[in-house]
Every structure is written in C-alpha cells, then in structure tokens.
C-alpha cells in the first residue's frame, strides 16, 4: 500500500517541513515509486507511492484538481466503470484511463462527503478543502486500509502508518493499559478506535472524519443490513449466469495489472478466485505474469494444502511458489521488527 500522513495545526500555526519530511520519510518502506509532501500554511501532506494498477502509473502522489482541494491517499476503486458513468451523467466526462485518485477528488467536488455513497473499494484518504477551510478523510467498509488518527494539544494528525505518527512530537508513548488488556485477555482488539497507544486512535471501517469550525465529527457512512432485493429466475442455470458475471467483475476489480499474484490454498474459494484471474488476464490477448502462493509447513503442522494447490496449479498451468511457514516463524532482527509492527496483532 502506498503511505499517506496529514499535519493540521488547529491553532493556525504554520506545519514545520523539517518534521513533515522525517514522518514521509519512515513510510518509504510503503512507497518506493515516488515520494512528496505539501504545505499550506497549517496544513501539511505527505505521501509515498506504491505503484499497483494500469492507470496508477500516471499518479503523482498528492493531488489537486484545481489547486484548491487535495488529496493524499492510498485508494483502489471497484466498479471504475459504473463511477465514470455517474460522473458523466452529472456533466463530468472522463478518459478511461483517469486514476483511483482522481476519482475521488472528482466525486467529492460533485458530491462533497456524499462521494462515499459512490465509492467502492478499498481505500484511506484525507482530503484539505482550502475554500471550506476543512478535512475530509475516510475510511474503506470492511478496513482493508488502516486508517489511525491522533487530536493532541493544537494538533490533528492522520496516516495509515501508526509509527509514523509517533514521530510527531505531540504525540506521546503512553500506553493504552485497557487496550493491552483487553487484547492480553481475548486476543484481539474489542474496541475498534483504540490502539495500543494512548494518544492514537483508529477511525474504524466504513467511517468519515472531518475537521470544520473547531469541531471534529465521526460518522459511519455504511452500514451492512440483512435485507437484499430477491432476485428470481425460471430456469436454476440463470441463477449460475448471475454469480458467475458478478463474480468475474469482482475478480476482474482488483486485477488491474498484468502481473499479479494470488493465495491458493487448493479449497474451493481461492481456486475459484485463480482460475477466474487468469482466465481473464488471459482473454486480453495481452502478456501477463500470473502466479501462485501456498503457505505450507514441513514439520510443525500436518496439512495437505501444498498437495491440493499443487494439484490445482497443475491442472490449470498456473506456476506456483511454496512458502514454508517454518522459514518465517524465526524471529527478525528487533530493529525491523519495531519498525515494521505498530502496537498489537490481531
């Protein structure tokens, strides 16, 4: 994922670059394709890019439509096309090839916060509007992207990198002794806002932030229900067509390159999820890397996944690559460790 970082100053005062450059900095290891930062006054962006469809080969980082509202974000859309198309509707015509990024800067000068009814995929971002004096950031639905948030003394900061806030000299190392606990006694994080520090917060899935008139407001823009339109058909091999069109458009979502790589466990979801990319990668006619990769354990665990993937692999001429779990369980050195891991593994 590419590594997105805001400085705000709520009393006016203007963002130090000095620091601003330290924070982008830590989070090279997120972006290695490009790196920016940008300053307004109280207001400081910094961003590294990762480099991971077609169209993210014309972004820049940190972007602006029109010189007024800009975006730092690590963003993937789904459903470009029906996105494109609302956009048109409303007088807005864009080129097929227009980024992820650009999108939403376009969605949200129609839409203003409303753009998350129009968004999907996954995604964090934070958005300065320069006329409105405000901060716009979001969060995906489900919280593929983190997204970790900190209002200390006349400071707000966000990113998606937790140690790259810690950088920041409002933001202390109190610990979050209720956090800790909890995790120590269930195993994972009950609370969704908090973090294993106690200045930091994460904005949890399917929420907004925003930042306007000396206010902070959090919102959840999506809720999932129970309730679904029916969908009948007379004949049972209809209802076979439906999933499967839906589920190629899925596949076909997040497959936006043509060098990609999947999980394949051998089971029935990931091999339907393999076989569909690569079918689909190879109806473009184009060239195409595709590959596999299977977590397998040599002593430590009795499984046969590496057995079923390999079986799979075979039969459809995907080349496959084995990961024994065993070479990974040895400890890093602690200096990447503690660089790398921010607070508690769920």
Known sequence: MSGILGVINLDGAPVDRKQLVQMTNYMAFRGPDHQ?????????FGHTLLRTTFEAEREQGITTLDGQV????????????????????????????????????????????????????DFAFGIWDERAQR????HDHFGVVPFYYA???????????????????????TLNEQTIGDFLLVGYYPNLTTTTFADIQ?????????????????????????????VHYRRPAEYIQHFQSIFDQAVADRLRTAKAGTF???????????????????????????????????????????????????????PIEYLVAETYLQAPPLDTLCCRVAGLVN
């Open 70 to 121: 800009w975006i730092t974000a690590d963003v993937r859309l789904d459903g470009r096309e029906e996105l494109i198309g609302k956009l048109a509707a409303k007088g807005r015509q864009l080129e097929a090839q227009v980024t992820d990024v650009e999108l939403v800067l376009h969605a949200y000068h129609l839409w203003g916060e409303d753009a998350l009814d129009h968004l999907m995929g």
């Open 151 to 173: 209002k200390v003394k006349n400071c707000l900061i966000f990113s998606n990198t937790l140690n790259a806030l810690r950088l920041h000299p409002a933001v202390s190392d």
């Open 36 to 44: 920016d930062i940008w300053l307004k006054q109280q207001v400081g």
């Open 264 to 318: 394949l466990s051998g089971g029935m979801d990931s091999t339907s999820i393999a076989v569909t990319a690569q079918a689909l990668l190879r109806a473009t006619g184009k060239p195409f890397d595709f590959r596999a990769y299977t977590i397998v354990y040599e002593h430590l665990v009795t499984d046969q996944e590496g057995y079923y993937a390999g079986l799979v692999a075979e039969a459809s001429a995907i």
């Open 202 to 230: 994460r904005l949890p899935p399917a929420h907004s932030l925003v930042w306007a008139g000396d206010a902070l407001a959090i919102r959840r823009y999506y809720q999932l229900t129970e309730e679904t339109n029916s």
């Open 135 to 138: 901060l716009f950031c979001a």
